[in-house]
């Protein structure tokens, strides 16, 4: 890792010219295709043809790298894949593979350049090309920022184009046919006289052969499962209890453990007294670790309940002990030195407002949130002298290996990481300090399996957040138009945040993550200023669904309805007319046609918001409608609308849409973590309950298929959700609110 | 201590204390109920006793009186129950980690419940939580085992 640290260093500076000419320098070899994995400990009589695709005596196994959290990762993977290799995904076993370079995410670092995504002029282009050949150089098998699709939609369909031809290949000699007259049909090779071969049979003979490279994708017109409602390979599972996640791994003669770490996150541990614990039924071993203490035991619960019982002193992190002095701390960052980046500066805001006859200023304030999934962290670990096996759900498995290898001082290809399906995540799994707590057990218990599970509270307290964010804007209104817009935003760098815990280089540059979500929506407003400010480090944050965007979308489209308003401007006429990207147009047109848009009042207790946000190249825009209810405010409806430029599976599709809407708005409502002496004051769901079945309003969905470029959709969904709710509340009540959760400032039925 | 599980009888050493849920996930093997909270707030380790809807992480092993019924004596991949089709049917789950509570949780109550409506069903679902934010579907597979149900 500290090589290629120095190489990030010194040659690829993402955000730079330098990128550009490295690009240009190095790029061959960069761009060629790395080993396969699979070939290692490939078995006899088995054929790993593609580093997706591996056949054997027992039939075809697709290999799916980027981790399934929920959103289906696993099942368009394999889709993907199946479209040209003509299998049945349910017919087929999947395996998410061993972390390996080669599975490296070409498209993870777009959210991070300072290049809107949907910039494609020659610099965002060549900065995304280099953004690419770093990612391949750090190996960065990493599942997240909605990349899974836009990475894989072509390479995925090229390896299962290339083990279908390699096959027919294998059937070509054996048969004497030549393979331009061999045909392929779910999971065989078929011979004109109507004869057929298994791709089983032929994974001898397969595995002998160099692989065909040279392969055309299917036209559109011939594809089965692309564009058509798909059937997720773990729904079965899903349904009946037999997922097995990583809380699930079972193994002869494990143990099972739990950690208690300082609930202050990088506050180290003075001293503990485990006498008591030491006592209880069924505790094997206390086992000092990294900032506390574990307890390994012979039951989960056991273990529980003894690491409460441990006394435990800390010594206090390197922050302020409470929200308070949190807020204060942003509240003192936005100075010249602490500016981090104008990514945008558009007109000239300072003489506007100097000649303005109407400006506003106003706070906004996003608060700290966990990503809390249900399944609590947790991993199995078996460690000896020799090897060590993990079993765990991670999004970046290459650096689980990494941070293994160095723990145990064993050799990265001793260390076996056994990928699980994950219950959650919402980035989360972003880190591994849990799985690194199992191993710092397991060390104590060599050759003995060890299950680590964080119990919800212990959770809650390590999970890493988003962080707070605090901007003053300032705008102004001229002729019933938004005449100029400013955004000086501060917080901490959760990018820099996360990549020194990880170890990873931090891109050097500006933090563009912290003002995603601001700088880059597309929009045409005469005098428009983007400033990000950096302050320093205090809690440890890491990126929650939606990353930037996720709290930035509140901050730029709350303020921009303010001054929608304040222009005595319709707010969907208004983003229409100012908006200067097509696909966000018919976004916005699409929008307003399906809500049946009349303005923001429906009646004296009805009423609407709208917001556009653009994240991670997807055009998302919303319309909340709620009513006045004697038990406060309900959200009744969402109009949802975007362009992801082409829809894979609808099913899915609509799936997320709803779920990031949920998400969104829950949060909106009622989460936040909030601190003293250092710890979050939320210690389980009943502070931090999101949105509930009864609070679910109806959600009314349209998908887009404009654009050039296929994108994610895990994420897009979020952003607009918070201010649609906050401006429709506005139009309902008059009352603008500038600080999430919501329900500090109304009630919610 | 005695247990009836799935219709299965388990002697077992266990504190009276321990959670019906550490009972049945460290001790017996029986993975569908799932941890969330330990606080009988989240509801993923929802668990039949005697047909009714139970917190099994808020439950002590020695309060059980009855038998109980986990995601696995619901149904099963090859037979599943009507609310399991349901479940499949409208393809619910994302991550699927809080879905055998809300299965268990849907299942009891439309057995007592046949012909809900809107409010019942929000009533009883509300108890769930689910952090993928599913809630849209699981509404309407609810409705769809229901009718299930009464065409049966």
């Given at each position: 890792m500290a090589r290629l640290k120095t190489i990030a260093r010194r040659t690829f500076l993402v955000g730079s010219a330098a990128v550009v000419g490295g690009v240009a320098f190095g790029y061959y070899s960069l761009r060629k295709e790395p080993?396969?994995?699979?070939?290692?400990?490939?078995?006899?009589?088995?054929?790993?043809?593609?580093?997706?695709?591996?056949?054997?005596?027992e039939g075809v196994t697709l290999i799916t790298p980027r981790a399934d959290k929920g959103q289906g990762a696993y099942s368009i993977q394999a889709h993907l894949i199946a479209e040209e290799l003509d299998v049945d995904p349910h017919k087929v076993r999947i395996d998410p593979g061993p972390p390996d370079t080669a599975y490296f995410n070409s498209r993870i670092m777009d959210d991070s350049l300072p290049f809107a995504t949907i910039d494609e002029g020659v610099m965002a282009r060549g900065a995304r090309g280099g953004g690419e050949v770093l990612s391949r150089l750090l190996g960065m098998q990493i599942t997240g920022g909605s990349s899974t699709v836009p990475d894989g939609y072509h390479k995925l369909r090229v390896a299962g184009a290339v083990a279908r031809e390699t096959l027919k290949e294998a059937a070509a000699r054996r048969s004497g046919v030549p393979r331009s007259q061999l045909k392929t049909s779910d999971g065989r090779v078929i011979l004109p006289d109507g004869k057929s071969v298994s791709y089983a049979e032929l994974a001898a003979e397969a595995a002998q052969i160099a692989p065909i490279t040279d392969v055309a994708l299917r036209p559109e017109k011939e594809w089965r499962y692309i564009g058509k409602n798909m059937r997720?390979?773990?729904?079965?599972?899903?349904?009946?209890?037999?997922?097995?996640?990583?809380?699930?791994?079972?193994?002869?003669?494990?143990?099972?453990?739990?950690?208690?770490?300082?609930?202050?996150m990088g506050g180290t541990i003075k001293r503990y007294d485990a006498s008591n614990a030491e006592k209880m039924r069924g505790v094997k071993k206390i086992v000092p670790i990294k900032d506390g203490v574990g307890v390994i035991a012979d039951n989960?619960?056991?273990?529980?309940?003894?690491?409460?019982?441990?006394?435990?002193?800390?010594?206090?992190?390197?922050?302020?002990?409470?929200?308070?002095?949190?807020?204060k701390v942003l509240e003192g960052s936005f100075?010249?030195?602490?500016?981090?980046?104008?990514?945008?500066?558009?007109?000239?805001?300072?003489?506007?407002?100097?000649?303005?006859?109407?400006?506003?200023?106003?706070?906004?304030?996003t608060p700290y949130l966990a990503h809390a999934p249900l399944e609590p962290m947790n991993a199995v670990v078996l460690y000896t002298k020799q090897r060590i096996d993990i079993w765990t759900g991670t999004q970046i498995p290459v650096f689980l290996r990494a941070h293994a290898a160095k723990l145990t001082q064993l050799p990265e290809e001793k260390v076996y990481v056994h990928a699980q399906p994950i219950g959650g995540s919402f980035g989360a799994r972003l880190d591994d300090t849990y799985a690194l707590q199992a191993i710092e057990l397991a060390m104590a218990m060599e050759g003995v399996p060890v299950k680590m599970t964080w119990s919800r509270e212990e959770n809650m307290a390590h999970d890493y957040p988003r962080p707070i964010q605090l901007s003053r804007a300032k705008g102004s209104v001229r002729d019933g138009k938004v005449e100029s817009m400013s955004i000086d935003i501060a917080g901490q760098s959760m990018g820099a945040s996360w990549f020194n815990r990880l170890q990873a280089p931090v891109p050097p540059g500006p933090d563009t993550t912290s003002v995603n979500g601001i700088w880059d929506q597309p929009f045409s407003i005469p005098n428009y200023r983007v400033t990000g400010y950096r302050t320093k480090e205090m809690v440890p944050v890491s990126p929650w669904r939606s990353v930037g965007a996720s709290g930035n979308g509140f901050h730029h489209a709350?303020?921009?309805?303010?001054?929608?308003?304040?222009?005595?401007?319709?707010?969907?006429?208004?983003?229409?007319?100012?908006?200067?990207?097509?696909?966000?147009?018919?976004?916005?047109?699409?929008?307003?046609?399906?809500?049946?848009?009349?303005?923001?009042?429906?009646?004296?207790?009805?009423?609407?918001?709208?917001?556009?946000?653009?994240?991670?190249?997807?055009?998302?825009?919303?319309?909340?409608?709620?009513?006045?209810?004697?038990?406060?405010?309900?959200?009744?409806?969402?109009?949802?609308?975007?362009?992801?430029?082409?829809?894979?599976?609808?099913?899915?599709?609509?799936?997320?849409?709803?779920?990031?809407?949920?998400?969104a708005l829950g949060h909106a409502m009622n989460c936040e973590l909030t601190y003293e002496n250092f710890?979050?004051?939320?210690?389980?769901?009943?502070?931090?309950?999101?949105?509930?079945?009864?609070?679910?309003?109806?959600?009314?969905?349209?998908?887009?298929?404009?654009?050039?470029?296929?994108?994610?959709?895990?994420?897009?969904?979020?952003?607009?959700?918070?201010?649609?709710?906050?401006?429709?509340?506005?139009?309902?009540?008059?009352?603008?609110?500038?600080?999430?959760?919501?329900?500090?400032?109304?009630k919610f039925a | 201590m005695q247990l009836t599980v799935n219709g299965k009888n388990h002697d077992l050493d266990v504190e009276p204390e321990m959670p019906l849920l550490w009972v049945l996930r460290d001790e017996l093997g029986i993975l569908g109920p799932k941890y969330g909270c330990g606080a009988g707030l989240c509801g993923a380790c929802t668990v039949h006793v005697d047909g009714s809807a139970v917190r099994s992480c808020s439950i002590t092993a020695g309060e059980v009186r009855g038998n109980v019924t986990t995601i696995e004596g619901l149904g099963t991949p090859s037979n599943p129950h009507i609310v399991q089709q349901a479940w499949i049917d409208h393809q619910v789950a994302q991550c699927g980690y809080c879905q055998s509570g809300?299965?268990?949780?849907?299942?009891?109550?439309?057995?007592?419940?046949?012909?809900?409506?809107?409010?019942?069903?929000?009533?009883?679902?509300?108890?769930?939580?689910?952090?993928?934010?599913?809630?849209?579907?699981?509404h309407s597979a609810v409705k769809t085992a229901a009718q299930m149900t009464k065409g049966k």
């Open positions: 080993p396969n994995p699979l070939l290692k400990g490939l078995k006899s009589g088995q054929a790993a043809i593609t580093p997706y695709v591996r056949v054997d005596s997720r390979i773990d729904i079965v599972a899903k349904s009946t209890g037999t997922q097995r996640y990583g809380i699930d791994v079972r193994l002869d003669g494990m143990v099972y453990a739990t950690v208690r770490t300082n609930p202050g989960t619960w056991r273990a529980f309940h003894a690491a409460e019982a441990i006394k435990i002193e800390w010594n206090d992190p390197p922050y302020p002990a409470d929200s308070a002095g949190m807020w100075s010249k030195d602490q500016q981090d980046s104008r990514l945008r500066n558009d007109g000239d805001v300072e003489k506007a407002f100097a000649g303005a006859s109407k400006s506003i200023e106003a706070e906004y304030r709350s303020f921009l309805d303010e001054l929608i308003y304040a222009a005595g401007a319709d707010p969907m006429s208004e983003l229409i007319r100012l908006c200067n990207h097509e696909p966000s147009k018919a976004v916005l047109h699409t929008l307003r046609d399906i809500s049946d848009w009349k303005g923001v009042r429906l009646d004296d207790r009805r009423a609407r918001g709208v917001a556009l946000t653009l994240s991670f190249g997807v055009p998302m825009a919303q319309v909340v409608e709620i009513s006045d209810t004697a038990q406060g405010i309900k959200i009744e409806k969402v109009f949802a609308v975007c362009d992801v430029g082409r829809i894979l599976d609808p099913i899915n599709f609509e799936a997320q849409v709803q779920g990031g809407i949920i998400w710890a979050p004051n939320q210690t389980n769901f009943h502070v931090f309950e999101a949105m509930r079945f009864r609070q679910v309003p109806e959600i009314i969905i349209k998908g887009l298929e404009l654009g050039k470029e296929v994108r994610g959709l895990g994420e897009p969904p979020v952003p607009p959700a918070a201010p649609a709710l906050a401006n429709a509340i506005f139009a309902l009540t008059g009352k603008r609110v500038r600080e999430l959760p919501l329900n500090k400032s109304v | 809300q299965m268990m949780t849907a299942a009891a109550f439309l057995s007592k419940t046949p012909e809900p409506s809107e409010s019942q069903i929000s009533d009883a679902m509300s108890g769930n939580l689910c952090r993928c934010g599913t809630y849209t579907r699981i």
